[in-house]
Nanobody
Framework: QVQLVESGGGSVQAGGSLRLSCAASGYTYSGYSGNRMGWFRQAPGKEREGVGCIDTDGSTIYADSVKGRFTISRDNAKNTLYLQMNSLKPEDTAMYYC??????????????????WGQGTQVTVSS
């Protein structure tokens, strides 16, 4: 059974940075490296939205709201996904989730495109 555990959330002032991690377990050999992964977020009172995703070759897609500020990367040796967030804004405040097993690349920013989800880590940005 695949499990995803996010960490690295916290409180930061606007303009600051945070790096989120998502540790994956339960994959068989080479299973993680062959898996497309994504990050999502959900602010209070809003629907969960896609932040971005990363393909097996390192290609990435980002939502317009985070382009140029957020970077997704992966360390296949550690079965870990990362989200580097720079120039944070109060509107970035949300619970952040990692997701795994993207079925189709075109569904990168779509909730239903993923099979596995983590429990989330809270990010709060104050002005």
């Amino acid at each position: 059974q695949v499990q995803l555990v996010e960490s690295g959330g916290g409180s930061v002032q606007a303009g600051g940075s945070l790096r989120l991690s998502c540790a994956a377990s339960g994959y068989t050999y080479s299973g993680y490296s062959g898996n497309r992964m994504g990050w999502f977020r959900q602010a209070p009172g809003k629907e969960r939205e896609g932040v971005g995703c990363i393909d097996t070759d390192g290609s990435t897609i980002y939502a317009d709201s985070v382009k140029g500020r957020f970077t997704i990367s992966r360390d296949n040796a550690k079965n870990t996904l990362y989200l580097q967030m720079n120039s944070l804004k109060p509107e970035d405040t949300a619970m952040y989730y990692c997701a795994a097993d993207l079925s189709r690349w075109r569904l990168c920013l779509v909730n239903s495109g993923y099979r596995y989800w983590g429990q989330g880590t809270q990010v709060t940005v104050s002005s």
